[in-house]
């Protein structure tokens, strides 16, 4: 397929929302009247506010206000290229609605109050839940929208202040399982490679990734490749076909959780038929097996601890020999030749093969293993830590790598891959923050799931929520949203930007500074440390969620916590010392203000693109090839996991006969508070649709754009379906997206989770559907 860079980004539904636009906005400037039209505008960098792929922007300034943004030529990541919500970035802080007071409900009612009011109401709602039911009655949840410094600010306040370890972000719901794959196989989080390896590559594996609209600048990077290099192919294994499937070379569908058994066969016939890097097994890779039925965290309070033991190389191919071919193609639908010739690919010597995944591996109640799994295969094969050759799981949020990840914003967690339960740990922080190393307490709490079940059983009395919006993005959504307005003294807080299906639950509303409204850093999914400063002033009495948080400390008695004159760099220089001489070093602050981002390690100011490897990594010495440096138990050998295939909690039966899949859509970010708020781009989607296959419709006796109900054992939702739209669901398959506030389809999700990572499973669930 002979599509440029630009090509598919203009033929990808860009083109839709700018054709909703309307002619008149498209109309091309000619240069004279384009320098006209830009007199005036300064002109700031920053990365983009959505996703993970961490594009850098231009941002227009004229008159204190966004006038424009274009891609930053000069940002490696996109080159100067956006996707169509990097260039409405200008309009989504600009909605006719957005909160600018803080608002106290009174009754049924929210009232403007000042921050004074606000913040006084906050600080004895805290003191008293925390003086009657201890400091693990209140809790913070947060983002991977979140700045380094916001998520610093929130655990430093939480776990070295009020010395509780109730502290998650949202990155809980997508990221999880992509930090405990890499954490158990090669005991470092975030991955060895980077986006180099788009170009750089020649064979591309996808599993359950929709990268051409969820990362499409990315999903670019590699067809710009395919055009430059024939060699080059795309493989997409997924349970529906999508954009992504469209533009790859083959697309593989496969069942729905079979994706474990999948790996399990490719890597039964690398071992079968001789395929694997015997050298490379023997120098870099020991072999474990952990607990198996290990349950899907359905009851509250679900505990899990994995008892790993190590095993040898023929213990792991007698545990794979079930995973035949033959046996896979029965469970997965994928015939068995297709699982042969691609596992012959992925270990093709010739063949520098990438894997790369989001929420299909990451939303999934075996997330953890399912990583392990598709590690397993590079390790086999010795493809791994080398330009081109590396797997790689694509985040989903802006600073979910460089906040929730890096800070350690997870309940259980520190900086720097620092855990709570280690006192050594605990010691070393409590020495970075100045506090006593008993304030930090050993166990760690709840995840995101365990959170809310927590509010809901009034366990958690006080809990508040920045930057992000989750009675709209939980899974089993109303008993979540129910649990919030039980009363009997749960107080919920919100900051954000606009008033979402979050706020309407809310007890005290906080207007929030957003992006270039303050100043701030973000780190992408290849680790790359991206810098901003505050280019325009929020709007009325917005403030960051920074100041919030420490203006709670003060108020709590923890002001000593932020003892900062110039709060950023000072902040930075403190967090920095956390990663010194850990493998992931990170610059001065004042490098990133002139840079486009630095990949970390960065030593001697020079940055990493591939870890682990001599000559790219300043951690592996001359001579030692390649290092998994951060496993010294393991003594410095990457694992791989015997992980079986276990079936998903819940699935299609007589009652509910259907998948359900929830995700995104190119057009909106998350849950649409800011999206939607652009008139183009919520006039190119407006709302959700239940994808169908035509098959099903005529079953059920509906045409395209009837409404159908649409009910699981946990709630009900009227939807048109639509048979031909962009993404074409498979027989006994429906896909919905999350982001229309107007229709809550995570009330159906099931709050089942991966008993390793906590990471709920969005994309299983069983479903059944009636005309409506
Ligand atoms: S791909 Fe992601 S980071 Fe890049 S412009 Fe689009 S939303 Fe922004």
Redesign the pocket.
């Known amino acids: 397929m002979e599509l440029s860079r630009r090509d598919f980004l203009k033929s990808s539904a860009a083109a839709a929302a700018f054709a909703a636009a309307g002619a008149a906005a498209l109309s091309p400037l000619r240069p004279k009247d384009a320098a006209a039209a830009e007199s005036g505008i300064t002109w700031g960098k920053a990365?983009?506010?959505?996703?993970g792929?961490?594009?850098g922007?231009l941002v227009g300034v004229k008159n204190g206000r966004i006038v424009a943004t274009k891609g930053d030529p000069q940002a490696p990541v996109?080159r100067g290229l956006?996707?169509i919500?990097?260039y409405f970035l200008s309009k989504v802080l600009y909605g006719t609605d957005r909160l600018t007071k803080p608002l106290i409900r009174k009754g049924d009612t929210m009232v403007e109050a000042s921050w004074d009011e606000a913040m006084t109401l906050i600080a004895s709602k805290f003191k008293e839940a925390i003086a009657k039911h201890g400091p693990d009655s209140v809790a913070m949840y947060g983002s991977g929208q979140w700045t380094v410094f916001e998520g610093y600010a929130a655990s430093k306040l939480f776990k070295g202040g009020i010395g509780t370890n109730n502290i998650e972000p949202n990155a809980r719901l997508c990221m999880a399982s992509a930090v405990t794959g890499l954490m158990t196989t090669f005991a470092s989080d975030e991955p060895m490679g980077c986006y180099d390896d788009l170009d750089l590559g020649d064979t591309y594996f996808l599993w359950g990734a929709n990268m051409a609209e969820c990362?499409?600048?990315?999903f670019s990077r590699m067809i710009d490749n395919r055009l430059k290099n024939p060699k080059v192919r795309i493989i997409d294994f997924a349970t529906r076909h999508t954009r992504t499937s469209q533009m790859a070379d083959q697309y593989v569908r496969f069942a729905p959780q079979t994706d474990l058994a999948l790996l399990n066969a490719i890597a039964h016939v690398i071992i079968r038929d001789k395929l694997y890097d015997e050298q490379f097994i023997k120098e870099h890779v020991v072999f474990k097996r952990g607990k198996e039925n290990i349950g899907y965290g359905l009851e509250d309070n679900f505990k899990f601890a994995d008892e790993p033991k190590l095993i040898g190389f023929d213990e792991y191919a007698a545990f794979l020999k079930p995973y035949t071919p033959e046996y896979v193609a029965t469970i997965s639908g994928v015939p068995a030749t297709t699982i042969v010739e691609l596992a012959h690919l992925y270990a093709d010597k010739k063949r520098k093969v990438t894997s790369l995944w989001t929420m299909g591996f990451n939303q999934h109640t075996r997330g953890t293993w399912v990583n392990n799994l598709v590690y397993n295969v590079h390790l086999l094969t010795g493809k791994i830590c080398k330009p081109g050759e590396n797997p790689m799981s694509l985040t989903g949020q802006?600073s979910a790598c460089g906040t929730t990840r890096e800070v350690g914003t997870f309940t259980h967690r520190l900086p720097a891959d620092m855990v709570v339960t280690n006192p050594e740990h605990r010691e070393k922080t409590a020495k970075i923050w100045g506090v006593d190393p008993k304030k930090i307490p050993a166990k760690p709490t709840y995840n995101a799931t365990e959170m809310f079940r927590a509010l809901d059983r009034g366990d958690i009395k006080v809990v508040w929520v920045q930057v992000t919006n989750p009675f709209q993005s939980l899974p089993n959504l109303s008993r979540y949203r129910t649990g919030a307005r039980k009363g009997d003294g749960r107080f919920v807080i919100v900051s954000d930007i606009y008033p979402t299906r979050s706020t309407e639950l809310a007890d005290v509303i906080l207007p929030s500074a957003s992006w270039v409204e303050k100043e701030g850093v973000f780190g992408n999914a290849e680790r790359r440390t991206q810098q901003w400063f505050k280019l325009v002033d929020a709007p009325g009495e917005a403030r960051s969620d920074l100041w919030q948080t420490m203006e709670l400390a003060r108020r709590l008695g923890h002001g000593n916590l932020f003892p900062y004159k110039q709060v950023e760099p000072e902040m930075w220089e403190e967090y920095r010392k956390f990663n010194e001489g850990q493998g992931k070093d990170l610059a001065p602050y004042a490098t990133y203000a002139t840079t486009r981002g630095l990949r970390w390690p960065v030593v001697n100011g020079k940055e990493t693109l591939w870890r682990y490897a001599e000559g790219h990594d300043p951690y592996v010495k001359q001579g030692e090839g390649i290092k998994f440096y951060k496993n010294k138990p393991d003594h410095y050998k990457a694992v791989i996991w015997a992980r079986p295939y276990e079936p998903a909690p819940e699935v299609p039966d007589r009652q509910y006969p259907f998948w359900l899949c929830t995700g995104r859509v190119l057009e909106h970010?998350h849950t649409g508070t800011m999206t939607g708020r652009v008139p183009e781009l919520k006039r190119a989607y407006p709302a959700a649709v239940c994808e169908m296959h035509p098959d099903d419709a005529k079953l059920l006796g509906v045409q395209n754009l009837q409404n159908v109900k649409i009910s699981s054992r946990r709630g009900s939702i009227v939807l048109p379906v639509e048979l031909n739209g962009r993404s074409k669901a498979e027989k006994g398959n429906i896909f919905v997206a999350f982001f229309d506030e107007g229709k809550l389809i995570n009330e159906l999700c099931i709050d089942a989770y991966c008993p390793i990572s906590g990471e709920p499973d969005f994309k299983k669930c069983a479903v059944k559907i009636e005309k409506a």
């Open positions: 990365p983009c506010r959505f996703c792929t961490g594009c922007v996109n956006n996707c919500k990097g990362h499409p600048i990315l802006p970010w």
